[in-house]
């Protein structure tokens, strides 16, 4: 199994709402990534977990709150978003650090499409 | 400040023909390098990958090449084929877990 799958694929959501997105993957992977991408830009990593502890937040606004409840699971809870954090959000995992061989090879999961009104 | 630039925002070529795509760093401490390609509204497809101790990579219709001293790296396919039409995007590690990802460029094999 070579698949990182996300859930939902779209999502629309008001300011005052609170949802959560999820990944998962089944690859053995001990890091697992989250990206935002907007519109014709590359991805931008917001946070990494190695082996389930958060070991990178690139100054991510407290609205955005990674979990990884297990090494296949990974989820993304937001509150009071705002209209300009509509973006693709992609989950992605790799072998981890420390390890020989291509272990920045990250596998990317489809995307959560988000919407915020 | 860019790390990794991809500086053809577009590239268009003929079917069957080369199609080379480029990407610059500025980061000597990167020692790997990847490139992925993706349609809308999918998430990156990983293409191939090549560390900084070789120059050359090749896995089927795809090769990359790295040239360290000039910090450039491309992506050579061939023979192009109108499924190859998706945004490329080069990205770079420096032994961490953190890819530094270019800006894309798109590129559109015409029939």
């Known amino acids: 199994d070579t698949e990182v799958t996300q859930t939902p694929k779209h999502l629309v959501m008001g300011m005052t709402n609170k949802k959560s997105l999820k990944c998962e993957q089944h690859?053995?992977?001990?890091?697992m990534y989250w990206y935002k991408q907007k519109a014709k830009k590359p991805p931008e990593l917001m946070f990494v977990?190695?082996?389930?502890?958060?070991?990178i937040n690139e100054s991510v606004p407290s609205r955005f709150s990674p979990e990884c409840p297990n090494s296949s699971l990974l989820n993304l809870h937001l509150h009071a978003l705002q209209p300009e954090d509509s973006a693709l959000y992609l989950c992605?995992?790799?072998?981890?650090?420390?390890?020989?061989?291509?272990?920045?090879?990250?596998?990317f999961g489809p995307g959560t499409r988000l919407t915020v009104l | 400040d860019q790390q990794v630039k991809q500086n053809s925002p577009s590239l268009s070529v003929q079917e069957g023909r080369i199609s080379i795509l480029n990407c610059d760093y500025t980061?000597?401490?990167?020692?790997?390098f990847l490139w992925y390609k993706k349609y809308p509204a999918e998430g990156p497809t990983f293409l191939i990958s090549?560390?900084?101790?070789?120059d050359k990579n090749e896995d089927g219709r795809f090769t990359v090449f790295l040239n360290k001293s000039a910090k450039h790296l491309s992506l050579h396919i061939v023979p192009s084929q109108p499924g190859d039409s998706a945004v490329y995007f080069c990205?770079?590690?420096?032994?961490?877990?953190?890819?530094?990802f270019g800006k894309g460029t798109k590129l559109t094999v015409n029939p």
């Open positions: 992605a995992s790799s072998q981890g650090p420390g390890l020989a061989g291509d272990y920045n090879e990250q596998f």
């Open positions: 690859m053995g992977h001990r890091a």
């Open positions: 977990y190695s082996y389930e502890k958060l070991s």
């Open positions: 980061n000597s401490m990167f020692d790997y």
């Open positions: 090549i560390s900084s101790i070789k």
């Open positions: 990205a770079a590690s420096g032994g961490s877990e953190k890819l530094v």
